[in-house]
C-alpha cells in the first residue's frame, strides 16, 4: 500500500513569490491535513480537508490557503511569500472514520 | 502556555537501556493520544496511538496515558541505535480529532 507522497521535496523561492505544495493521500483515505514544521515553533496545524470541504483551520494568516480534489488529493499554496515562511511543510491522510491515525509524507522543504 | 509541553533533550542513553519520554498538556478535551518518531530531514512516523487513558503495548514500546494528571508517556525497552531519533507527542480533542496539538519534540541519542 502506497503511503502518502508530497510533492516536490525541496522548493527555493524568493520573497513575494508564491508556492504550491501537493499532497496524494493513502488509497481510500478522505481526509487530508497540512502542518508546517519550524525549529523555533514545531509541528503547527494549517488545515484539514474532507471529501472537498476545508473541516479545520489554524491560526495562520490568509496567505495560507488549501483545496482539495475529488480523488482526495490536496494542494497547499502560499501566496507572497516571507523570508518566515521557511519550513517543512507536512502533510497528514487520514481515514473518515473516528479513527485517527494519521500517516504523515516525506514533507517538503520549502526556503524562502 | 502551550496546550502540550514536552522536555527538548537531548536525551543520551546507552544501548539496552530503558528510555522515558513524556509529555504534560493542559486541555482535558483531549482524548486522542499519539506518539511519532522522526529521523533527520524526514516525515513524522506513527509509532503508537492510544484512545482515552490505559496502556498499550507494541513491541519494545508502551504508550501509556494518564488523564487524571495530564500526562503521556512513552517507554522503549531494549533501545537501540537505530531509535536515535527525535520523538513527537501529539494529542487531540473529539471534536477536532484531526486537528493535532504536537509537543516540541525530544531528541533521542542511543550510543552504542
Known amino acids: 500500500k502506497a503511503g502518502v507522497t508530497q510533492t516536490p521535496r525541496y522548493l527555493i523561492k524568493t520573497r513575494g513569490q508564491q508556492v504550491t505544495l501537493s499532497c496524494s493521500p493513502i488509497?481510500?483515505?478522505?481526509?487530508v491535513s497540512w502542518y508546517q514544521q519550524t525549529p523555533g515553533q514545531g509541528l503547527q496545524f494549517l488545515f484539514e480537508?474532507?471529501?472537498?470541504?476545508?473541516?479545520n483551520k489554524g491560526n495562520f494568516p490568509g496567505r495560507f490557503s488549501g483545496r482539495q480534489f475529488s480523488n482526495s488529493r490536496s494542494e497547499m499554496n502560499v501566496s507572497t511569500l516571507e523570508l518566515g515562511d521557511s519550513a517543512l511543510y507536512l502533510c497528514?491522510?487520514?481515514?473518515?472514520?473516528?479513527?485517527?491515525?494519521?500517516?504523515f509524507g516525506q514533507g517538503t522543504r520549502l526556503t524562502v | 502556555q502551550k496546550e502540550v509541553e514536552q522536555d527538548p533533550g537531548p536525551l543520551s542513553v546507552p544501548e539496552g537501556a530503558i528510555v522515558s519520554l513524556n509529555c504534560t498538556y493542559s486541555?482535558?478535551?483531549?482524548?486522542?493520544f499519539m506518539w511519532y518518531r522522526q529521523y533527520s530531514r524526514k516525515g513524522p512516523e506513527l509509532l503508537m496511538y492510544?484512545?482515552?487513558?490505559g496502556n498499550k503495548e507494541d513491541g519494545r514500546f508502551t504508550a501509556q496515558v494518564d488523564k487524571s494528571s495530564k500526562y503521556i508517556s512513552l517507554f522503549i525497552r531494549d533501545s537501540q541505535p537505530s531509535d536515535s531519533a527525535t520523538y513527537l507527542c501529539?494529542?487531540?480533542?473529539?471534536?477536532?480529532?484531526?486537528?493535532?496539538?504536537f509537543g516540541s519534540g525530544t531528541k533521542l541519542n542511543v550510543k552504542p
Open positions: 480537508y474532507f471529501s472537498e470541504t476545508q473541516r
Open positions: 492510544t484512545y482515552s487513558s
Open positions: 486541555n482535558s478535551a483531549f482524548q486522542y
Open positions: 501529539a494529542m487531540s480533542a473529539p471534536d477536532n480529532f484531526n486537528k493535532f496539538y
Open positions: 497528514a491522510s487520514s481515514g473518515s472514520g473516528g479513527n485517527t491515525e494519521a500517516f
Open positions: 488509497s481510500g483515505h478522505r481526509s
